[in-house]
């Protein structure tokens, strides 16, 4: 029947059309009335569908009769580096399923339509944003270490190419949330204003397409379909450096998009200066509009987003554990996540209640090291960070108040947390005797009992040295 059909369509469409549209689809079963073919990615579908859609209808129905009907499987690679499988918004009519979490699967649409050719060449174009909707403005947990980027990519969001932030480039090392908020602006988009159309697409998979089509040519083609678009997402922009030729399609798009006032994200592993084999006349317009960073979130932001993630997934730990692995996974928030799946995969597997053992257990395979030996020097550190206080002042012989008491606390914690003699905690304080460092526990207890704020800072301390020590 395919064959019958490609016969026809041969004859019809311009040879070079014919290449690149036609050849790269395979039948793959015929039931009853309805075709299903399958094509490579899910813009090949789009295009085919925007513009042979009739084709295909009538020369499908003159094989198949009236009640010919025709559905696609595309191999899509999800712009998702997660390994999770992408939810996809769905348009109109469409219903998808997918089946497994591989980066290339394959993803089914059927048409449950009784006859999808009768729908108009749309006049709207429909593509798939490429969103998962699990990247929400709300999952996204606000600290010190992203409120520019969020509350940007929330303005973005709200009035896309209306708003001074065009482009606005995120950056940020691996696993610090460029992913996500970039899809957390889409999405947004998506609800506030849903004729919009959007597209979140990483830098590899846009050369990928672009390197397609260019051997295809049909480069137009290509920077034809990105110039349609209202607000583009474009991950993971420094893989640009690879390829020069994507670059000058990159930069005639994006030089169309920004005059036509439509709206731009683009994210990065650094900042744009530092995006070495990156076009300077394409780096200069990142400058037009706002680059903004995003950090390693500190302690308390991190509690919080492993909160979030547990409330969202309904699960439940206790308040030590919590605290434990947010004080120890400080290299990215990937990590942190990765922690709590760790210790749910280990605690369902081995049918044992999580609590601070296993989480100790489980976070040697993440943290380099565990149940540390705490050292005056890391205790003095945590001290003055603490208060604020310069360390070589903590030393010296100072008599302010304030300095005063934060060194003798540090002398109660040393004393405390570390096996050191009091000689030795008192030769690591400028050589001061034994007797000072006893003087120097006597007062902060008896301080502990009549000054409550004072108490307070000095069971705060007690707690993190605590958890630098597990
Ligand atoms: P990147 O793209 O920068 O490598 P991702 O966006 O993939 O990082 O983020 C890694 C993981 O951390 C994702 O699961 C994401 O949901 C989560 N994450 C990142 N930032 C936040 C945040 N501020 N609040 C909650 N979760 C976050
Ligand atoms: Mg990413």
């Given at each position: 029947v395919w064959s019958n059909c490609l016969k026809i369509i041969k004859d019809i469409v311009e040879w070079q059309h014919y290449k690149t549209w036609f050849e790269p689809i395979k039948p793959v079963e015929l039931k009853d009335y309805i075709l299903l073919i399958q094509v490579p990615s899910q813009f090949f579908y789009e295009y085919l569908e925007e513009h042979y859609v009739n084709?295909?209808?009538?020369?499908?129905?003159?094989?198949?009769?009236?009640?010919?009907?025709?559905?696609?499987?595309?191999?899509?690679?999800?712009?998702?580096?997660?390994?999770?499988?992408?939810?996809?918004?769905?348009?109109?009519?469409?219903?998808?399923?997918?089946?497994?979490?591989?980066?290339?699967?394959?993803?089914?649409?059927?048409?449950?339509?009784?006859?999808?050719?009768?729908?108009?060449?749309?006049?709207?174009?429909?593509?798939?944003?490429?969103?998962?909707?699990?990247?929400?403005?709300?999952?996204?947990?606000?600290?010190?270490?992203?409120?520019?980027?969020?509350?940007?990519?929330?303005?973005?969001?709200?009035?896309?190419?209306?708003?001074?932030f065009n482009p606005l480039v995120v950056y940020g090392g691996v696993g610090l949330g460029k992913t996500h908020l970039g899809q957390a602006i889409g999405n947004e988009v998506k609800r506030l204003h849903p004729s919009k159309v959007v597209l979140y697409v990483s830098s590899e998979k846009f050369i990928n397409q672009f390197q397609d089509h260019s051997r295809n040519n049909a480069i137009n083609d290509f920077i034809h379909f990105y110039q349609l678009i209202d607000v583009l997402i474009i991950d993971d922009v420094q893989f640009f450096n690879r390829a020069e030729?994507?670059?000058?399609?990159?930069?005639?798009?994006?030089?169309?998009?920004?005059?036509?006032?439509?709206?731009?994200?683009?994210?990065?592993?650094?900042?744009?200066?530092?995006?070495?084999?990156?076009?300077?006349?394409?780096?200069?317009?990142?400058?037009?509009?706002?680059?903004?960073?995003?950090?390693?979130?500190?302690?308390?932001?991190?509690?919080?987003?492993?909160?979030?993630?547990?409330?969202?997934?309904?699960?439940?730990?206790?308040?030590?554990?919590?605290?434990?692995?947010?004080?120890?996974?400080?290299?990215n928030i990937r990590e942190l996540e990765g922690a709590l799946i760790s210790l749910l995969a280990q605690s369902s597997l081995n049918k044992r209640e999580i609590d601070l053992e296993l989480a100790k257990k489980v976070l040697r395979n993440f943290v380099k090291t565990s149940s540390k030996e705490i050292t005056i020097d890391t205790i003095q550190k945590m001290v003055c960070e603490f208060f604020d206080v310069p360390y070589d002042k903590l030393l010296q012989k100072t008599r302010k108040r304030e300095i005063v008491q934060a060194r003798q606390i540090t002398m109660f914690l040393a004393k405390a947390f570390t096996k050191n003699s009091l000689k030795t905690i008192g030769e690591h304080f400028g050589g001061r005797d034994h007797t000072t460092v006893i003087h120097s526990c006597q007062t902060v207890k008896d301080l502990m009992d009549t000054d409550s704020l004072f108490r307070e800072n000095v069971m705060e301390l007690q707690q993190k040295v605590q958890l630098a020590a597990m």
């Open positions: 084709l295909l209808a009538k020369t499908l129905k003159r094989e198949l009769g009236k009640d010919a009907r025709l559905e696609y499987r595309i191999m899509v690679d999800s712009g998702n580096s997660n390994n999770k499988p992408l939810t996809m918004d769905i348009p109109a009519n469409n219903i998808k399923t997918y089946s497994n979490n591989e980066m290339d699967f394959p993803l089914v649409i059927n048409n449950p339509v009784k006859n999808p050719f009768v729908i108009p060449g749309l006049k709207k174009m429909q593509i798939d944003p490429q969103l998962n909707p699990i990247y929400t403005f709300d999952s996204f947990i606000e600290g010190d270490c992203n409120r520019v980027a969020r509350r940007a990519g929330k303005t973005v969001a709200e009035k896309p190419g209306a708003n001074s030729r994507s670059q000058d399609a990159f930069f005639a798009i994006f030089n169309h998009l920004h005059q036509s006032g439509k709206q731009l994200v683009l994210s990065s592993d650094k900042p744009p200066k530092d995006l070495d084999g990156l076009q300077e006349r394409l780096l200069s317009r990142f400058r037009w509009g706002l680059s903004a960073d995003l950090q390693m979130p500190d302690y308390d932001t991190r509690i919080e987003i492993l909160d979030k993630k547990m409330k969202n997934d309904g699960l439940d730990m206790p308040r030590e554990v919590v605290k434990y692995v947010s004080y120890n996974i400080n290299s």
